[in-house]
């Protein structure tokens, strides 16, 4: 009753109770004040006084004065009841001793007591956490004797479905329920929200909202809590608030905290401070949860300002980081390329006397793989050993592509092969990676063995998979397998040629033993009508293919429709030397004049270079 709110109807019941001991033994239970109870029921020769009790115990699973209330009922000649019986499986249930429940249980069946409802719906519970079959079978079993189940025998079924994580045995066993008229108790209700929400089925979850407000129960912070997270990690953002708004239930730091959270995972810094801000106001301090979104979303967002006030937040409240904390931190600095900050960081959590973890490791892998620091990535490695941390499949894609970016190709090979014998599940990344080592190298056997592996492996190639097979046919001017692999990947599921897919076309038409200018035109006129935005290797591929054609107005026609932006280094060098293959010597000297009022080579190396050869080419000619 008082679980239902229906508080006045729990004190009355209280009050009507014909025992002055059982009073005083419900009273004492509800403080924990057992060993009082203890005394009363030592005192007393009452049958439902020592029921009352053990039922207490129960709840509690305190088995050592169960036994002993056992032992007092035993010599004050006592007799046990199947609600006695229950009550001691209740006990063995909640202490979570489930053999000892069992051979109870058998006990009781001896000694000629026949289980009811309320005692399979404890067996049920008991079970509930770790063997679904064995409670499924109890259902079966309890049903075969003609019990008729009851609220309870659902809600542990219920229970141990949930525990399971079997989501469509959760919705069988609530129809069921529901064909019987009850409704569950609000604890299993909230595990159910739980279960629903967490796997993305809103609809449902909300469904058994109203099967709560039908019921008659009032929504807890569990449940609130529950139902804000589902709708956070779902992006619901306005049915979150609108949820939040409308039910009567105080919010807590970890209401506000979900809060925070959901809108700290997108990144949505002005709605999470805006929770923030009334979380103070509600006179709730942050705790460490709270920092750590706030060091998730401003890292997201690239705030470093504000991110860093809030780490000095955190010290000024003396609020103790944990390794996720540090973990937020190295990774928003290593994406940043602030290598210096990164280890800062890292050593300050080595000074907390805190362990890095695989998070920790992978995120300063993926930091160092980006800067090119090899000596770095070794030293990691040897980290992970000396502190026990056993990569995963996200460390060994990591040093896979750091490897590969470096085309160390033997340690990246090591690394491979190491994943593969721990038969860890590789993702498309790792092929990636791999496959782009191997057109670095030129090694064209070691790249289709492993495309021919991915095939095997059934792992789904991604566009960068497909650019490297093309990048390496067009370096060597084989157009057919170029090609070949152009046009599977326009026809492969999820994936569509992407700029850098096009300007390895372009290269390969520009390649000296192809020549076809025609083919680089057509496939340039393709890109835009696929609304494909080039870059500067576009254009620089594109002026290579045309130059060879030595035709000086359609070269002159492509360098005038090149927006000023992508007119780089190697745009330029591209045009030059074309001009100068042409034998239009003064224009290309204008244009390195031009390029260099444009400041657009910072080092000025290559105005030289550029001046060398037109006065080469002049002296020649």
């Not at 030129?442 to 097979?469: E, S």
């Not at 084989?478 to 326009?490: E, R």
């Amino acid at each position: 009753l008082c679980a239902k709110h229906k508080f006045q109807v729990a004190t009355l019941h209280f009050l009507s109770m014909d025992s002055k001991n059982r009073r005083s033994i419900a009273r004492l239970a509800s403080q924990g004040q057992f060993p009082k109870m203890m005394k009363v029921l030592a005192d007393s020769d009452d049958f439902e006084d020592f029921c009352c009790g053990m039922w207490a115990l129960a709840k509690h699973g305190d088995m050592p004065r169960m036994q002993r209330v056992i032992r007092t009922m035993t010599l004050k000649n006592i007799p046990f009841d199947l609600r006695i019986h229950n009550a001691i499986l209740m006990c063995f249930a909640t202490a979570g001793n489930t053999k000892g429940m069992q051979d109870h249980f058998d006990v009781m069946q001896a000694s000629g007591f026949a289980p009811d409802a309320e005692t399979f719906a404890i067996l049920l519970e008991g079970n509930a956490k770790s063997r679904l079959p064995v409670v499924e079978d109890l259902f079966q079993k309890m049903q075969s004797t003609g019990i008729k189940p009851s609220a309870s025998v659902f809600s542990a079924l219920i229970l141990a479905c949930v525990y399971a994580n079997r989501i469509n045995k959760v919705t069988k066993y609530r129809m069921m329920m529901r064909q019987y008229g009850f409704y569950l108790p609000l604890r299993t209700y909230n595990l159910v929200l739980d279960i629903y929400g967490k796997a993305g089925d809103l609809a449902t979850m909300e469904a058994v909202y109203q099967e709560i407000v039908s019921a008659g129960l009032y929504p807890n912070k569990i449940t609130l809590n529950t139902m804000l997270y589902a709708y956070g990690k779902a992006c619901k953002f306005q049915k979150m608030e609108e949820f939040f708004r409308s039910v009567n239930v105080n919010p807590d730091i970890t209401t506000y905290n979900t809060l925070i959270d959901a809108y700290s995972r997108m990144g949505y810094v002005k709605e999470m401070e805006g929770h923030f801000k009334t979380m103070m106001e509600a006179g709730h301090p942050p705790n460490l949860k709270t920092y750590n979104a706030l060091f998730s979303a401003y890292g997201k967002t690239q705030d470093i300002p504000g991110l860093m006030k809030y780490v000095a937040e955190m010290e000024a409240n003396n609020v103790q980081p944990n390794t996720g904390t540090y973990n937020i931190l190295i990774n928003v600095f290593g994406k940043k390329k602030d290598i210096e900050t990164m280890e800062a960081f890292w050593n300050q959590m080595l000074y907390n006397n805190l362990r890095p973890d695989v998070f920790t490791f992978n995120a300063m892998v993926a930091a160092y793989g980006k800067v090119m620091r090899p000596d770095k990535l070794d030293e990691q490695r040897h980290l992970m050993a000396d502190y026990r941390v056993l990569p995963n499949v996200a460390t060994y894609q990591n040093l896979i592509e750091a490897y590969s970016r470096l085309d160390m190709v033997d340690q990246m090979e090591e690394l491979y092969n190491d994943a593969v014998k721990r038969d860890l599940p590789l993702g498309v990344w790792a092929y990636t990676s791999l496959l782009t080592a191997y057109c670095n190298v030129g090694d064209l056997q070691k790249l289709n063995a492993t495309w021919d592996l991915m095939k095997q492996k059934q792992v789904v190639p991604n566009v960068l998979c497909f650019n490297a097979l093309i990048r390496a046919y067009a370096e060597i001017g084989n157009v057919t397998q170029m090609l070949k692999y152009f046009n599977q990947l326009s026809v492969s599921n999820g994936n569509v040629p992407d700029t850098a897919s096009y300007n390895y076309l372009l290269q390969g038409y520009g390649h000296p033993d192809v020549r076809q200018h025609e083919s680089a035109l057509e496939v340039f006129r393709t890109m835009q009508g696929s609304r494909v935005i080039p870059d500067t290797a576009t254009y620089a591929n594109l002026l290579n293919a045309v130059s060879l054609s030595n035709d000086l107005e359609l070269t002159k026609g492509i360098w005038e429709q090149i927006p000023d932006e992508f007119k780089q280094t190697e745009v330029y060098s591209g045009y030059v030397e074309c001009l100068v293959a042409t034998g239009n010597i003064e224009l290309a000297f204008e244009t390195v004049d031009e390029m260099e009022e444009r400041n657009v080579d910072k080092s000025g190396d290559t105005y030289a270079r550029l001046r060398t050869v037109c006065r080469r080419h002049h002296s020649e000619t």
